[in-house]
């Protein structure tokens, strides 16, 4: 799912979209001529193996994201908030998914029994 960055507004634009049992839902709205403020929500379960004995498991996920969407290079180093840049005039909210998936996944997750050892 693509949104052109032309298209966002001050006016919150609402979203939604799941990616492996993982929904990513919330708003864009504009911050100023190349930066975009997505406020959000990721919800969902992401299978998972024990990173100490190796079982399956669920994580559960539910976290607030705020991240800064710039059109093209973002070059005010400012604020402390996460970045992502986009090239082509518009933004990838597949793209954005798949990358918090990956850094939940390379997090460390234990199994029930593991976690009290
Ligand atoms: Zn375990």
């Known amino acids: 799912m693509e949104i052109a960055f032309r298209k966002i507004a001050k006016e919150a634009l609402d979203f939604e979209l799941t990616k492996e049992n993982i929904k990513l839902f919330g708003k864009v709205f504009r911050k100023s001529s190349n930066l ?3 406020k959000a929500d990721l919800v969902g379960q992401l299978g998972h193996i024990c990173d100490r004995c ?3 498991l669920n994580v559960e996920i539910n976290e ?3 991240i800064l969407l ?3 290079i973002y070059k005010d180093e ?5 970045v ?3 090239y082509g005039g518009a933004i990838d909210f597949d793209e954005i998914l798949q990358s918090e998936i990956e850094s939940i996944k390379s997090g460390y997750h234990y199994c029930d029994i593991c976690k009290n050892l």
């Open 84 to 86: 992502v840049e986009f």
């Open 64 to 66: 607030p994201l705020e």
């Open 78 to 82: 400012m604020d402390k908030i996460d």
């Open 70 to 72: 710039s059109d093209g």
């Open 54 to 56: 190796g079982k399956d």
């Open 36 to 38: 975009v403020l997505l």
